[in-house]
């Protein structure tokens, strides 16, 4: 069972280290993991269902402790784009009875999907509503080739689709790359 947290930081005036050492230090002291990428910052813990009300505990406790740094620092935590997720099997996301979280007085209820680095990721990993969407949009363009199609000959409309199809694998490859070089420096995928 994992719940991830998607925090939008709005830090752009303050170095980035200083604010990843204090990441570090809060989520370390209680028992989070985290992933950073530009202005995104995922909080994240696995657990068993049982355990769900100590462990929400402890993140909101480590949320006010960066809140409160942050307001120190003149920075701003955005409510308004934070987001609550459980992630698991049908069978486990039955068991877990906490259905909202309260971060400073705000009620955050639980989402069904979030988007992580332009995936859509859904509670149960099925990533049926990231394939839907993702097809929604290539059929989208796809169907804007109609129109220029008239004056295509075969081999152009065919180079254009396959450019098309192409151009899209790049710029998934591309944003999966520099996906895995920021957020796992030290690692190497076999």
């Known amino acids: 069972m994992t719940l991830a947290l998607f925090i939008k930081c709005?830090?752009?005036?303050?170095?980035?280290?200083?604010?990843?050492h204090l990441l570090e230090k809060s989520y370390t002291r209680h028992g989070l993991g985290v992933h950073s990428y530009a202005d995104?910052?995922?909080?994240?813990?696995?657990t068993a269902p049982e355990m769900?009300?100590?462990?929400?505990?402890?993140?909101?406790?480590?949320?006010?402790?960066i809140h409160q740094w942050m307001n120190a620092n003149r920075l701003r935590l955005n409510e308004d784009k934070t987001q609550f997720i459980w992630l698991g099997t049908p069978h486990q996301l039955s068991e877990v009875q906490c259905q909202k979280?309260?971060?400073?007085?705000?009620?955050?209820?639980?989402s069904t999907e979030v988007t992580c680095l332009g995936?859509?990721?859904?509670?149960?990993?099925?990533?049926?509503?990231?394939?839907?969407?993702?097809?929604g949009k290539c059929f989208y363009h796809l169907?804007?080739?109609?129109?220029?199609?008239?004056?295509?000959?075969?081999?152009?409309?065919?180079?254009?689709?396959?450019?098309?199809?192409?151009?899209?694998?790049?710029?998934r490859?591309?944003?999966?790359?520099?996906?895995?070089?920021?957020?796992?420096?030290?690692?190497?995928?076999?």
């Open 10 to 20: 709005l830090y752009y005036l303050l170095p980035y280290y200083a604010f990843s």
């Open 40 to 46: 995104d910052t995922q909080l994240y813990f696995h």
């Open 52 to 65: 769900v009300d100590n462990k929400v505990q402890r993140l909101v406790m480590c949320v006010e402790e």
């Open 101 to 110: 979280i309260s971060l400073r007085g705000v009620d955050i209820q639980i």
């Open 119 to 135: 995936v859509l990721l859904d509670s149960r990993l099925t990533f049926a509503p990231h394939v839907r969407r993702l097809s």
């Open 143 to 171: 169907r804007q080739l109609k129109t220029v199609r008239r004056s295509l000959t075969e081999d152009a409309a065919t180079s254009l689709v396959h450019a098309f199809v192409t151009q899209r694998q790049r710029l």
């Open 173 to 190: 490859l591309e944003h999966d790359v520099s996906y895995t070089s920021v957020s796992y420096p030290n690692t190497s995928f076999a």
